[in-house]
């Protein structure tokens, strides 16, 4: 359901920036340094957004990649606390 939840929204989105992107098809000149382009509007913005999902894929990557790994080991730990735990029940219940 989270995940069907999540695909609707960014859909959405998309749906959203290809539309203001469309709408915007203007000429605009970019000077960056030395650099001196001139492009249309739609596709700065395409382009824009685009590299900003790169930049946030690689910086998340490895964030997502140790809560994994975190994860992992507490189950492995809580996995061990549950084992003596039921141990420790059974010698409770046959000492008494």
Known sequence: MKQTTNLGLTIIAL???VIFTLQNTTEVSIT???WNIKTSLAL???SLFSFGIIIAIFVLTPI???LKSTLKKDKKIISE???TSDAYSEK???NN
């Open 81 to 83: 606390l549950q084992e």
């Open 44 to 46: 700065l913005i395409f």
């Open 15 to 17: 749906i959203f920036v």
């Open 92 to 94: 409770q219940v046959e």
């Open 64 to 66: 997502i990649i140790a």
């Open 32 to 34: 960056l340094l030395f």
